[in-house]
């Protein structure tokens, strides 16, 4: 009877170091989590599978990516709250910026550590207006006039809107001789045209596209184009005469990375959206890619030269440009004064 | 409150009757403590480095001002609907027997199993210009969607199984024969109706009107769906919580929170105290 315990119990250790052992297995495979903004979804899908399978080739390691979208802010918001993000693609700079103020968990000059403001893709504003642009509308001037109804979201809460934001300011400035009492007035019309203020880009694209809100949608160029590919021949894409450069940018969330032993594999998978094979994908996603050697020509068809403004050169960088605009009591809330 | 002061009165006289007091009061605190007053105080904490003046400042800013004051009316105005809605539907529960009656019990408590945000793009897709509900209303001339009336649609959908909850088991319990000795009395049916029945049901209509307003005072995943979400027309308290957050303006969010949460209490004694009130003039609820 003592021996069968024996066995038994060593049996049963055994099976319970196998399971261990299967454990530990599971865990040796790297996972890193790529906290990212709503639009991005579809793009990081195709390039988290090039890159693990480039990663499973180069060191035999097998990489699973997670996948976190959510709007910008909120994004880095929970990473500030202590999600263990190895890597953050957002909307704007602001964002990564709060979380290296808040947090240290990276340094303040991140954006100097990978080329192009660490924005290995662009994408710029522009319009979305139903099928034959019945209220024919061609620039940001045609949104200001009585009786038409501009969808944008709340630059509150939603980083694309800021982008949004800003170039008509670009527009607006561009028109008036530098006077910002008349950038102001002309915004102040702008917003009161618009009957519904989403709290993120997708909101306001199903306000438009769904619920059949509005003359126009200003919008991420990329969405826009997903917006034509998901309702086929309802609505046409406008570029206005000027807009913005949009630059999302990425970084590695050092301390995060370091916790979690991801700080290769997450350094690997920035500098590969660099590489010509993933700026191909960034093309295909319609986003505007930096380098266009391998990208499909029709790809590249889509994206018109457009005079375009940059947050850096024409607003003194996010940091400025959130004081001014967006803060509280600032520009933005001041167009809603009563 | 009023039973757990009656039990505790109980329970000094006689301590022998139901052992165990000392324990489960310990318990209650402590849960109380750590699952309620541990996360105000924190709350509290967090919005007291703004000091009093900022508070004021707060307070009587005319945005913060206007988005409390469509936060606590509609959620009233919703609570009232649901309160008159609730207590019919209960009523018909209750007292009449037709096909489909468990279909239509079960469906009661739907608003509260569903995520508020899929119920927040069921009523914008419903009541949209667009809408089926939209269209002909809008062809009326009537808004719902992106305006402060959505807020009070959302408040009304999310709110109503709480009073049709709260009324049901009271209803359901109340004394045939109570009805029949005012009818033998001589009460007519109106009489028998506002004089025997309501004060039975009511406090319990009035718990169910207080859950219904906090719940819709608090919900934010529905309501940002259907409100248009502008300044100073349809931007509801808990969005412009959001909007500081996303500010990384903690203190800012904490302290509109701590001003609804002081709000809601107001409301919630109010409604307190009208049930006592009611109570003491019934003579003490429904089995008298």
């Known amino acids: 009877m003592d021996r069968t315990l024996t066995t038994r119990s060593f049996l049963l250790l055994a099976g319970l170091l196998l399971l261990l052992a299967s454990i530990c297995e599971v865990r040796a495979d790297t996972v890193l989590l790529n906290a990212s903004y709503d639009p991005t979804r579809e793009l990081y899908e195709a390039i988290n599978k090039e890159f693990a399978a480039d990663w499973k080739a180069k060191t035999g390691e097998k990489l699973t990516i997670r996948q976190s979208h959510g709007g910008s802010g909120k994004q880095a918001r929970s990473v500030v709250d202590g999600l263990g993000a190895d890597v953050v693609t957002l909307a704007l700079a602001a964002d990564i910026d709060q979380i290296a103020a808040l947090t240290g968990k ?18 710029t504003i522009n319009f979305v207006v139903r099928k034959g642009n019945p209220k024919a509308i061609s620039d940001w001037s045609d949104l200001v006039k009585p009786g038409i109804a501009v969808i944008t979201p709340n630059p509150k809460t939603s980083g694309g809107a800021r982008w949004n934001f800003l170039a008509a300011w670009a527009y607006a400035t561009a028109h008036s001789d530098g006077d910002e009492a008349k950038a102001r007035a002309f915004l102040t019309a702008l917003y009161k045209n618009v009957p519904v203020l989403d709290t993120g880009a997708r909101g ?10 509005g003359d126009v949608l200003i919008s991420w160029e990329n969405e826009s184009y997903l917006i034509l590919k998901q309702f086929p021949g309802q609505f046409e894409v406008v570029y206005p005469t000027i807009s913005i450069l949009t630059e999302p940018p990425v970084a590695v969330v050092d301390a995060n ?15 590969f959206l660099y590489t010509p094979q993933a700026q191909k ?7 505007r890619p930096r380098d266009i050697s391998a990208a499909d020509a029709d790809d590249l068809a889509r994206f018109p030269e457009i005079a375009l403004v940059t947050i850096d050169k024409d607003f003194g960088g996010w940091r400025q440009a959130q004081k001014k605009f967006f803060a509280d009591n600032a520009i933005f809330d001041q167009i809603y004064r009563p | 409150m009023n039973v757990a002061a009656a039990s505790s009165r109980v329970f000094a006289r006689a301590p022998s009757v139901l052992p165990g007091f000392g324990l489960t009061l310990g318990l209650t605190l402590t849960w109380t403590s750590l699952i309620v007053i541990l996360p105000l105080a924190a709350l509290f ?4 480095g703004l000091g009093f003046g900022g508070f004021v400042d707060l307070a009587s800013d005319a945005r913060v001002v206007s988005a409390l004051r469509l936060s606590f009316v509609a959620a009233i105005i919703g609570a009232a609907f649901n309160a008159a809605a609730g207590l019919l539907i209960a009523w018909v529960l209750v007292r009449y027997d037709f096909a489909g009656k468990r279909l239509v019990d079960a469906m009661i408590d739907l608003p509260f199993a569903l995520p508020t945000a899929v119920s927040g ?16 209303l809008a062809q009326l001339g009537i808004k719902i969607a992106f305006t402060p009336a959505g807020v009070v649609v959302a408040c009304m959908f999310i709110g109503l199984p709480f009073v049709v909850r709260q009324v049901q088991p009271v209803l359901a319990d109340l004394d045939r024969s109570l009805e029949e000795a005012a009818a033998t009395l001589g009460a007519s049916r109106t009489q028998t109706i506002v004089r025997v029945i309501f004060p039975a049901i009511l406090p319990a209509l009035l718990t169910g009107f207080a859950l219904a307003f906090a719940r819709g005072v608090g919900e934010y995943g529905s309501i940002i769906f259907i409100a248009g979400n502008l300044p100073f027309t349809s931007e509801i308290a808990p969005l412009l919580i959001i909007i500081r957050l996303e500010e990384f303006n903690y203190q800012g969010a904490t302290a509109i929170a701590v001003l609804m949460l002081l709000m809601s209490f107001a409301v919630l004694l109010a409604v307190n105290l009208l049930q ?10 429904r089995h008298a």
């Open chain 1, 257 to 271: 990375a370091a916790a979690n032993g991801t700080t290769e594999a997450a350094t690997a998978y920035l500098a």
């Open chain 1, 204 to 213: 306001s694209t199903t306000s438009f596209a769904q619920r059949g809100l």
């Open chain 2, 121 to 136: 793009l069921a009523l914008a897709a419903l009541y949209a210009p667009n809408g089926w509900l939209g269209a002909p």
């Open chain 2, 276 to 285: 006592s009130w009611s109570r003491r003039r019934t003579g003490g609820g």
């Open chain 1, 106 to 123: 990276l340094p303040a000059d991140w954006q100097k550590r990978l080329p192009d403001n660490s924005s290995p893709y662009t994408s």
């Open chain 2, 45 to 48: 904490w967090r919005a007291s």
């Open chain 1, 281 to 287: 994908l960034i093309a295909k996603n319609f986003y």
